[in-house]
């Protein structure tokens, strides 16, 4: 059984009322809860500090905001989630916010509102597909939660799109959370088949092992090679909608945005990354969540295509098992990519650029794209440098990068800049081929990956440093999270749907 969040005004719901540290509560001009407020701070102070929580006669909790000065994002989203935990603590099953401009005005009551429903979504996760329906391990079955703001329809429309897009991004968390010897290739496909069928304006097409081999997509083959099913690349598409109501209803509108220059959306789906011949200690602890960036990109295919979104979209996902077998590529072999580049695989366990120099290459040939993004969990070194804070932003063009930073900040999907120059792409030059996937020297192992990557995005990449621009984010540390918190549950985070989805509204 699922937990779903949805957008309702029940009579039975408890009230929330935020407070900022120092500050009292607002009046909600019902007596009965007004009286019953001042009774219980007259019981127990309560300080507002940011996270802080406390249920009052059953019928109102307070949610702290912390300091009134320092309310932004980050403090409402941490005072969301502390209040599911609190309502789910007391079986409760329906919330409703009084109006976050009555609180602070620091951020916009939409704004606000949209933060409340994603923190809500995210710390709600609760993956059960699995469980079993013995009496002896059974648990109390979760409750579905209905949410409601206060406020005028910009903030009941805010609330909708987020709850909307809360959706999309437990598609990706649970689709990352089903285990490997369920979500395997064929799993995949067939999965983002089903979802395309679901979604009105959704496409998907599947590059088959046949079709690869066709193409010559040598690094998908490669690391592939050895998966309990064959490789495949999934290809999604999402047309766009015209931006006003007259250009919805002309076709030559329509024709015109069909054929303008999509945005490429590229994802890593290593279904289970056992490293290869180079294998990892542990055998792969936890590497079902390999798959994570090409999960947020599905998502945010669906989440763009629900909220119908007017850029036209291509999403590229490579999908692959990397496992050891009498056919798994090996250290010392030399593959050959689509675009013609060549490289010798200095290591397994580098898989990850391999199946995405593939992707990128053919999605910059076959779409022509304006501009190239791709997720992956690609590096243990970005955890080294930026630990489990923040992904790793590389990019070759600053507006695109700027549009990136803000939409992390607004998202709660923070990124942090990182450096993307030549000689990170020299240091992935080889002797026998053109390539290495790996460098002996552990310098800038986060930027080796970018620069690795750099060969093949756009159609003179091989060259130069890619000049169409390009975004690689190295989502290594943020894919999912080893224990609860307050505002995220054990387990995949979603990470990269809602960036994606703000950074498209933002910059329609």
Request: aromatic residues 6%.
């Amino acid at each position: 059984m699922y937990r779903q969040i949805r957008s309702n005004r029940s009579p039975r719901a408890v009230r929330v009322l935020p407070v900022v540290q120092g500050g009292r509560p607002i009046s909600l001009a019902i007596p009965s809860l007004d009286q019953a407020v001042a009774h219980g701070l007259r019981q127990t102070p309560f300080r507002g500090e940011m996270g802080e929580t406390r249920l009052i006669d059953g019928r109102i909790i307070l949610a702290g905001l912390g300091p009134a000065e320092q309310v932004n994002v980050a403090t409402w989203r941490r005072a969301a989630a502390a209040v599911l935990r609190c309502a789910f603590s007391n079986r409760l099953s329906a919330l409703r916010w009084i109006d976050p401009a009555a609180v602070s005005d620091r951020l916009s009551a939409p704004d606000a509102a949209a933060v409340i429903a994603a923190a809500v979504n995210l710390a709600n996760f609760d993956f059960s597909d699995f469980r079993s329906k013995v009496a002896a391990v059974r648990q109390d079955p979760p409750l579905d939660l209905d949410l409601a703001i206060d406020g005028d329809k910009k903030i009941t429309d805010a609330l909708r799109d987020s709850l909307l897009v809360g959706k999309s991004v437990d598609i990706a968390r649970r689709l990352a959370a089903t285990p490997p010897n369920v979500a395997n290739p064929a799993y995949m496909a067939r999965f983002c088949r089903d979802l395309a069928r679901k979604t009105t304006g959704l496409r998907c097409s599947i590059i088959d092992q046949a079709k690869a081999r066709q193409l010559k997509m040598g690094g998908l083959l490669a690391v592939g090679s050895g998966g309990s099913t064959p490789p495949v690349m999934i290809v999604l598409e999402y047309q766009g909608r015209a931006s006003s109501p007259a250009q919805r209803s002309n076709q030559k509108s329509k024709i015109k945005n069909q054929k303008s220059p999509p945005i490429l959306l590229v994802g890593k789906a290593v279904t289970f990354d056992t490293g290869g011949y180079s294998l990892k200690p542990g055998g792969g602890k936890t590497m079902k969540y390999d798959k994570c960036g090409g999960c947020a990109v599905i998502a945010a295919m669906v989440a763009a295509a629900q909220l119908k979104l007017p850029q036209r979209l291509v999403a590229l996902v490579p999908c692959v098992e990397n496992m050891i077998d009498s056919a798994s590529y090996r250290v010392d072999d030399i593959v050959t990519f689509i675009n013609g580049v060549t490289c010798e695989v200095t290591n397994t366990d580098a898989e990850g650029r391999l199946i995405l120099a593939d992707a990128l290459a053919y999605g910059s040939k076959r779409y022509q794209p304006r501009i190239v993004v791709d997720l992956a969990t690609l590096t243990g070194g970005i955890t080294v440098a930026l630990g489990p804070f923040c992904a790793g932003l590389f990019a070759n063009d600053d507006k695109l990068a700027d549009q990136f930073i803000n939409a992390g900040q607004s998202s709660g999907d923070r990124l942090w800049r990182m450096p993307l120059w030549n000689e990170l792409r020299d240091m992935m030059k080889g002797s026998h081929a053109d390539l290495i996937n790996a460098s002996e020297k552990r310098w800038a192992h986060s930027g080796q990956g970018a620069g690795f990557l750099s060969y093949f995005v756009g159609e003179n990449a091989p060259s130069q440093m890619p000049t169409l621009p390009w975004a690689h984010l190295d989502i290594a540390a943020v894919a999912n999270t080893e224990s609860d918190s307050v505002e995220l549950a054990k387990g995949p985070t979603g990470f990269g749907v809602r960036l994606l989805i703000d950074w498209l509204r933002a910059n329609a």
